[in-house]
């Protein structure tokens, strides 16, 4: 296993501040005191691979990155199990879907190992900021990017490679409830041949006007449609979509170039597929989804991700329309609870899931 050099850290923070931070996560805006970096040029590969304090990052007002947008990133997180120990979820999965997107932007591919040694040597020297509430963990954000000061436009022959982590709570907050979903209408999130399956912030910056406009409608998220083909659903701003049936299947999006292969989906469909559920990845148009609540056909909807693992659905407006679905369902309970106490290790990991990083 690669080995990362560990840097000094001046001033660690105090016990008694991580305590305070993890009474109280949230997500996304307490981060832990250091973080992984591995450097790599065209001409020496990934080398450079180290632990250092947490700060700010140097770059040239000419980083290609700042100009070409040359960047991608991950998204999983850490567990503490009941004996301490500390897990995390598929992260092999994690490690094929950055090479996938870095194959896409044009950024170096890293071999599985030396994603995994960042993920564990990080973690083991932050182990602290792991909080151990319910559905609780520490998020770990890998992500790559072009360094390099040159304002042409070809692959930069310089990249950073970071990991950084932050403790996370419930990412809706609070109790689980159904979330409110907006359907745009006015913007699509990717284009056949486009970047849609690449985990590359872009596509997240394309979302954000579309999502403030489900805000401002008093919705949570947004949901995005394929005009191609008849405004089949695609997926929302950051999680996949799926549909229960009152005869035994789930439907989610297949999969067609413009939608993120996401890994709790993946983890949604088998755990599913293990309940006798008939999985169908296909095209779903907005009209069968309606057609589906209003018979009774579709009893339930949920959506899933890293961040919210799997959050029910309860309204999605279209318009001056909405369509409501029955709130959280048993097949929707069921997946969710199974699912976090797998990566919890109050379940049992059948498919070899969980990873131990410390």
Same mark, same amino acid.
């Given at each position: 296993?690669?080995?990362?050099?560990? /840097? *000094?850290?001046?001033?660690?923070?105090?016990?008694? @501040?991580?305590?305070?931070?993890?009474?109280?996560?949230?997500?996304?805006?307490?981060?832990?005191?250091?973080?992984?970096?591995?450097?790599?040029? &065209?001409?020496?590969?990934?080398?450079?691979?180290?632990?250092?304090?947490?700060?700010?990052?140097?770059?040239?007002?000419?980083?290609?990155?700042?100009?070409?947008?040359?960047?991608?990133?991950?998204?999983?997180?850490?567990?503490?199990? &009941?004996?301490?120990?500390?897990?995390?979820?598929?992260?092999?999965?994690?490690?094929?879907?950055?090479?996938?997107?870095? @194959? +896409?932007?044009?950024?170096?591919?890293?071999?599985?190992?030396?994603?995994? #040694?960042?993920?564990?040597?990080? /973690?083991?020297?932050?182990?602290?900021?792991? $909080?151990?509430?319910?559905?609780?963990?520490?998020?770990?954000?890998?992500?790559?990017?072009?360094?390099?000061?040159?304002?042409?436009?070809?692959?930069?022959?310089?990249?950073?490679?970071?990991?950084? #982590?932050?403790?996370?709570?419930?990412?809706?907050?609070?109790?689980?409830?159904?979330?409110?979903?907006?359907?745009?209408? *006015?913007?699509?999130? &990717?284009?056949?041949?486009?970047?849609?399956?690449?985990?590359?912030?872009?596509?997240?910056?394309?979302?954000?006007? $579309?999502?403030?406009?489900?805000?401002?409608?008093?919705?949570?998220?947004?949901?995005?449609?394929?005009?191609?083909?008849?405004?089949?659903?695609?997926?929302?701003?950051?999680?996949?979509?799926?549909?229960?049936?009152? *005869?035994?299947?789930?439907?989610?999006?297949?999969?067609?170039?413009?939608?993120?292969?996401? /890994?709790?989906?993946?983890?949604?469909?088998?755990?599913?597929?293990?309940?006798?559920? +008939?999985?169908?990845?296909? +095209?779903?148009?907005?009209?069968?989804?309606?057609?589906?609540?209003?018979?009774?056909?579709?009893?339930?909807?949920?959506?899933?991700?890293?961040?919210?693992?799997?959050?029910?659905?309860?309204?999605?407006?279209?318009?001056?329309?909405?369509? #409501?679905?029955?709130?959280?369902?048993?097949?929707?309970?069921?997946?969710?609870?199974?699912?976090?106490?797998?990566?919890?290790?109050?379940?049992? *990991? +059948?498919?070899?899931?969980?990873?131990?990083?410390?």
């Amino acid at each position: 296993m690669t080995q990362f050099d560990v /840097v *000094d850290h001046p001033n660690p923070t105090p016990a008694e @501040r991580i305590a305070e931070v993890l009474q109280n996560p949230g997500f996304g805006t307490n981060f832990s005191d250091r973080t992984a970096v591995v450097d790599w040029t &065209a001409d020496a590969g990934w080398h450079n691979a180290r632990i250092e304090p947490y700060g700010p990052i140097s770059l040239d007002p000419a980083a290609s990155v700042l100009h070409y947008a040359q960047e991608i990133f991950e998204g999983m997180k850490a567990y503490r199990h &009941a004996d301490g120990s500390i897990y995390t979820f598929r992260p092999e999965a994690n490690a094929a879907r950055m090479n996938k997107s870095a @194959r +896409r932007l044009a950024l170096p591919e890293m071999d599985q190992e030396l994603f995994l #040694a960042s993920l564990e040597q990080l /973690v083991a020297v932050d182990r602290d900021w792991v $909080p151990s509430g319910e559905g609780e963990a520490l998020y770990l954000r890998p992500f790559m990017f072009a360094t390099e000061a040159f304002l042409g436009v070809r692959p930069a022959k310089e990249v950073s490679y970071r990991v950084i #982590a932050s403790p996370a709570g419930n990412y809706f907050g609070g109790e689980l409830k159904p979330v409110r979903i907006w359907v745009s209408r *006015d913007y699509s999130r &990717a284009a056949p041949g486009g970047t849609g399956d690449a985990k590359t912030g872009g596509n997240y910056a394309a979302s954000l006007a $579309p999502q403030q406009q489900a805000i401002e409608k008093g919705c949570d998220q947004v949901l995005f449609l394929d005009p191609l083909h008849d405004n089949a659903i695609e997926e929302l701003g950051g999680m996949n979509v799926f549909l229960v049936t009152n *005869d035994g299947r789930l439907l989610t999006p297949q999969l067609t170039g413009t939608i993120l292969e996401g /890994v709790t989906r993946s983890s949604v469909i088998q755990l599913a597929q293990d309940r006798g559920l +008939r999985v169908e990845e296909r +095209r779903i148009t907005l009209e069968e989804w309606d057609r589906g609540v209003s018979d009774g056909t579709i009893t339930e909807v949920f959506a899933c991700g890293t961040a919210a693992v799997i959050t029910p659905i309860g309204e999605l407006v279209d318009g001056e329309k909405t369509i #409501a679905s029955t709130g959280t369902g048993e097949v929707t309970q069921a997946i969710r609870e199974e699912l976090l106490g797998i990566q919890t290790g109050t379940v049992e *990991d +059948r498919h070899g899931w969980l990873h131990k990083l410390a």
